[in-house]
């Protein structure tokens, strides 16, 4: 066995890949463990990596270093992707809310570190570094140390900030999986329910089908485009029954009173446009009628289609092909001209079979595409992202530039791409699990390498030189805001638990605890409250940072 001696001992690739991934793997064992009917989760790789630390085990600084970052890159870019689609919708209707909320729960945050700062005796250079771990907030650190380089205070006052930050970030990442289940617990939150309820609440009704019968004289004559309750889009005629004769409907289409439609739209756009048109029939279903016409299923998949409107692509006549519904992450679309297609969307058109055969084709329709990630957009999405992080912005008041960094540059770069999903031949779509697979990857490394750098000598700091007193104080700059808002949030503007959750780990800018969050809801809401609220979160703990040094530190 001196090969494994060997691999445990001697410094090389293979020994930190080996240590990182039986980090790991212990973590992800310890997170299942249930106690009292809660687990930590993808937490459970923090306190792997703690343990390991502890006793010695770790890897060459260089390898951390980059397996922290990179792994926090795969982990914030697959979030983007996986709420970018949703993103805009989401911040015109909760958008405001939430970012006054984590607005507030940062200036409570500066409110606590004065106040513990001035009650315990701790010299602000220390507060300020567990105002960032506490809140685990590594570029609010550097802008502290920047700030304290540009007063010229001393050598040891420069390093207490570090030491801070070391003693206070464990506690930060524990203390908001703590509050989360506090409220969970305090308001006997059913996290099924309330998920479901939510989804509910944002998904379009599902479409539906209906036969009209024209009993309205007023009508005959009259083509399609110009009855009410369809030239307002939301409901699509796709087949008309006249004198016996199932046809294709198109807009020109002239319908006489006994004509049979058959419509697709909402419940309610259905009911409306039989007030106009006439009585529906049930014993009626023109779709089983022989004939030439037929419907299909199609999956856009050719670069050449996607970005393109229906109305654009004018299948109606080209093909002599009618569209009914395209169906979008598993939500029903009515087919309006202005809808654009995007990679994946299913796409249902009703016509002869040599009319879809056009449109098989020119939507590629290959489901195997739908299993094969865009490596090269991936790669193109993050080296994007990282230039954005890296863009300086100056604050008024602020004398040191505002940067994004790996994990804001990442996030936004994600959402915004994924949102306009394809760029000529580059399409930002990810299948779901290989999405899930980056995500827990990505976040799992990260969580590895805190571990194994905290963990050495991390219990000499805590039990000698004032180390226990700080990680109090640090749990009360965690606990306090957090606390204070997740009740607000829930007492005062009723937000679901959800909700609280992507805010909270959002306005700690806490990838770990948004992880925690997903695994425990089963369910994207949190990462969309997260994208909400970090890019305003991360300015705010930057500029608090060196606020709370240029004014209070002496």
Known sequence: MSWLSQLLSTPSVAHDVFILSLVALCGLALGRIRLYGVSLGIAGVLFSGLLFGHFGVGVSKAVLEFSRE??????????????????????????????????????????????????????????????????????SLAAAQQAIGDMN???????????????????????????????????????????????????????DSLHIEVSNRN??????????????????????????????????????QGDVLL??????????LCLVVGEPRFDLNLRDMTGDISWRHFVATKPEALGKTLGALDWGRRYGVVVTRVTRAGIELTARPQLRLQFG????AVGTKEALDHVAEFLGNSLKRLDHPFIGSIFVGIALGILLGSIPFSVPGVPVPV?????????????????????????????????????ELGIALFLACVGLHSGEGFLETLLHGGGLAWMGCAAVITLAPLLTV?????????????????????????????????????????????????????????VAAQIIVLFFAR
């Open 403 to 439: 940067k994004l960094g790996l994990a804001g540059g990442p996030l936004l770069a994600a959402i915004l791409l994924s949102y306009i999903g394809h760029i000529g031949p580059l399409v930002w779509y990810l299948p779901s699990g290989a999405n899930t697979a980056l995500r």
């Open 219 to 256: 009508l005959d004559g009259v083509a399609l485009h110009s009855i009410p309750g369809l030239d307002d889009e939301k409901v699509i005629v796709s087949r008309v029954l006249q004198n016996g004769c199932l046809q294709l409907a198109r807009p020109d289409t002239v319908v006489q």
């Open 70 to 139: 990179f792994g926090l890159i795969l982990f914030v870019y697959a979030v983007g992707l996986q709420v970018g689609p949703g993103f805009l919708n989401s911040l015109r209707r909760e958008g405001l809310r939430l970012n006054l909320l984590a607005a507030a729960l940062v200036l409570l945050g500066v409110g606590s570190t004065l106040l513990v700062a001035w009650l315990g005796h701790i010299p602000i250079p220390v507060a300020v570094g567990l105002f960032s771990g506490a809140t685990t907030n590594t570029p």
């Open 345 to 348: 969307d299913q796409v249902r």
């Open 263 to 272: 419509a697709v739209g909402e419940q309610e756009d259905l009911a409306k």
């Open 153 to 207: 205070l001393s050598g040891i006052a420069a390093r207490q900030p570090g030491l801070g930050y070391a003693v206070a970030y464990p506690f930060g990442v524990i203390g908001i999986i703590v509050s989360m289940l506090l409220v969970r617990r305090v308001f006997a939150v059913n996290i099924a329910q309330e998920v479901a309820d939510l989804e509910e609440q944002s998904t379009p009704d599902p479409l």
């Open 486 to 542: 997740a009740i607000a949030a829930r007492r005062i503007f009723n937000l679901n638990f959800a909700t609280i959750c992507g805010l909270l780990a959002g306005s700690m800018t806490d990838p770990p605890a948004l992880a925690f969050a997903g695994s425990m809801t089963d369910s994207e809401v949190p990462s969309v409250a997260y994208a909400t609220v970090y890019p305003l979160v991360m300015i705010l703990r930057i």
